[in-house]
């Protein structure tokens, strides 16, 4: 689905001099440096040790990690937390169905059972589910409201802070609610009706915004461990929380959140290295459903092999079976539940390509080069329309949302920004203030939002979605452009190359893997794969290496004919990777962008 065609733009990623000499002082490669400085602005951080700033980031460690001090209202959570732990009655966690709420979901329960004693069965957990829609909604109000055992606390874990009436509605019956999120503030403020808010965005807080939702909980509970500790309700010996860092890695990866924050790379390097052991039985089962060629588990693994099992069971089935595999207490319950989770991301599979050649039709007939947006309406699982809205706006390299039929004269739909300047909660914002009945609820992120609006305000959503993302766009078209970090030689594309690149983890958003671009001359190619929608390829580098490659999605289905033959001089945009086949370790590229080149 990405674009493929001469009229993309490679650029190259301009690397700032000054972290350039700062990079190189820490001892990295000049290759590596250049990495890093093209990652990182000199405005971003302190100058009067620049390369203290960049060590921190270049090699992430817990103990870099900012204060839980500085989260405001944590200790004010943490003491509501405690009364309830000491108390006897019910605590619900009411966490999102995607990873972030799932892994929130597993940090609050190990924290509570594991660290400070409570007994498993005070604990209900309230998972929202897709079709009801994003945070606190009325149907899990409901679900409280229906226990017949007295309630301590409500702790919500990645939602929450703008779900005030119904809060608000948990408060009139007594029930005490302490938010813990991290998505941006609604308009007027934390919920009023709330015992307490934690949440990074909030006026007046100095702690990092980039961290995801199971690292505020993570937060929040550590907080808890020093307040029962200081109550003597808990021996001073109590571990840190510092195992549970795995999970919070599974979840800061998945929720896309800034791998260029110091706190987000120092909790994802320690739980890799956490994962790494294979000790816990969900890593044992992954393992053995695929090993990464015998790699070690990294970041992009985490993302695209764990992560998108885990939120497929919330898309077409049951989120607790992805619960219950990161909560497994033996290898054997584990595999139990990833077999559920496998047959779910095939069921998704199948699901999203009929979605996405749908969505492509429609796609086809609203576009023109002057659209700055895309709004899809379609049919099917509207869990599954966040993957259509990224591959639509990548091909077209459009802001897009894509939206799906619900019952009850409802849309709910997913957004993404796919340009790097666009601010798809503030937009939203925005469309709401010029019509106050545009949405029944909103929530997300800069680069990814959710919703849901009457289906006879899909017209008026679209034009105001247009007028939104052009007026943040100050009337310039998005054009297509693919970013690099320049041309390597064939003589440079080793295995030790890779060793430097690695040592560069974990990678994701604004810290991205590596893409280098290059001209070579194809000496033979082949379609692979069940689907026969991915290309082999053998090269031709400029100074006569020899190179295999691989595209997958080379074509959308059989029917497209591919662009390229075998004897053609192509530009090809790709990421060196290492390949194990029969015991013997390559380098290979794994194209992502292929593009003729005129004879």
């Not at 990182?40 to 390369?51: K, P, S, T, V, Y």
């Not at 001089?569 to 292929?594: C, D």
Request: proline fraction near 4%; hydrophobic fraction near 40%; charged fraction near 20%.
């Amino acid at each position: 689905m990405l674009n493929s065609d001469s009229s993309s733009l490679i650029t190259e990623r301009p690397a700032c001099q000054k972290v350039y000499q700062a990079a190189l002082s820490l001892g990295l490669t000049p290759l590596q440096a250049n990495l890093v400085a093209s990652r990182i602005h000199a405005e971003e951080l302190a100058h009067d040790n620049m390369a203290d700033a960049v060590q921190k980031i270049v090699f992430p460690k817990l103990q870099y990690i900012q204060s839980p001090n500085e989260l405001k209202n944590a200790k004010q959570a943490a003491k509501l937390i405690a009364d309830a732990v000491q108390s006897n009655g019910k605590i619900i966690l009411a966490t999102d169905y995607d990873t972030d709420g799932v892994t929130s979901a597993w940090v609050a329960t190990q924290a509570l059972v594991n660290y400070f004693g409570v007994a498993p069965e005070r604990i209900e957990h309230l998972i929202g589910e897709r079709k009801e829609g994003y945070g606190i909604t009325d149907e899990m109000v409901q679900r409280m409201l229906t226990l017949t055992d007295p309630i301590d606390l409500v702790i919500s874990a990645d939602q929450g802070s703008s779900d005030e009436p119904r809060i608000a509605q948990l408060a009139k019956h007594g029930i005490k609610v302490c938010v813990t999120d991290h998505h941006q503030m609604a308009m007027e403020g934390p919920p009023k009706s709330a015992a307490c808010t934690v949440n990074p965005q909030q006026a007046g807080c100095d702690y990092d915004k980039t961290v995801a939702g199971c690292f505020v909980i993570f937060l929040v509970m550590s907080q808890t461990r020093t307040e029962l500790i200081e109550r003597k309700a808990i021996p001073k010996e109590t571990p840190s929380l510092k195992d549970l860092a795995q999970n919070i890695a599974l979840g800061t990866v998945a929720d896309s959140v800034s791998l260029k924050s110091v706190n987000n790379r120092a909790i994802v390097q320690a739980g890799l290295a956490i994962i790494n052991q294979r000790k816990h039985p969900a890593w044992q089962a992954m393992s053995q459903l695929n090993n990464n060629q015998g790699q070690p588990f990294t970041a992009d693994y985490l993302a695209f092999q764990v992560a998108t099992r885990i939120n497929a069971a919330s898309r077409v089935s049951d989120v607790t079976s992805a619960f219950h595999f990161l909560n497994a207490s033996d290898f054997r319950e584990a595999q139990h539940h990833l077999d559920q989770l496998e047959k779910d991301n095939l069921n998704r599979r199948e699901q999203q390509q009929v979605m996405l050649e749908q969505a492509q039709a429609y796609a086809e007939s609203i576009f023109h080069d002057q659209k700055y947006t895309l709004c899809i309406k379609m049919t099917g699982n509207a869990g599954i329309q966040g993957i259509i809205a990224s591959r639509i706006g990548e091909h077209y390299s459009r802001p897009t949302i894509a939206m799906t039929e619900l019952e009850g004269g409802l849309l709910a739909g997913s957004a993404r920004g796919i340009v790097s300047n666009i601010d798809l909660r503030e937009a939203f914002q925005w469309m709401s203030d010029q019509d106050s009945s545009l949405f029944r609820s909103m929530g997300g992120h800069k680069g990814a939002a959710g919703c849901m609006i009457p289906l006879d305000k899909f017209e008026d959503f679209s034009d105001l979605f247009e007028t939104a993302i052009t007026e943040q766009l100050q009337g310039q078209v998005p054009q297509p452009h693919i970013e690099t970090d320049g041309q390597l030689a064939g003589q440079d594309l080793t295995p030790e190359l890779i060793q430097q690149l690695n040592s560069l983890e974990p990678y994701g958003r604004e810290w991205p893997k590596p893409v280098f671009y290059g001209h070579f001359k194809i000496l033979d190619m082949r379609l692979v794969g069940q689907t026969q929608t991915h290309l082999s390829l053998k090269l031709l580098t400029e100074d006569r290496r020899r190179l295999s490659a691989i595209q997958f999605n080379a074509r959308p289905d059989t029917k497209t004919e591919l662009n390229v033959k075998p004897h053609d001089t192509i530009i090809a945009v790709y990421e060196p990777s290492l390949n194990t086949f029969h015991g013997r370790t390559s380098v290979q590229l794994r194209i992502s962008h292929l593009i003729p080149t005129k004879h």
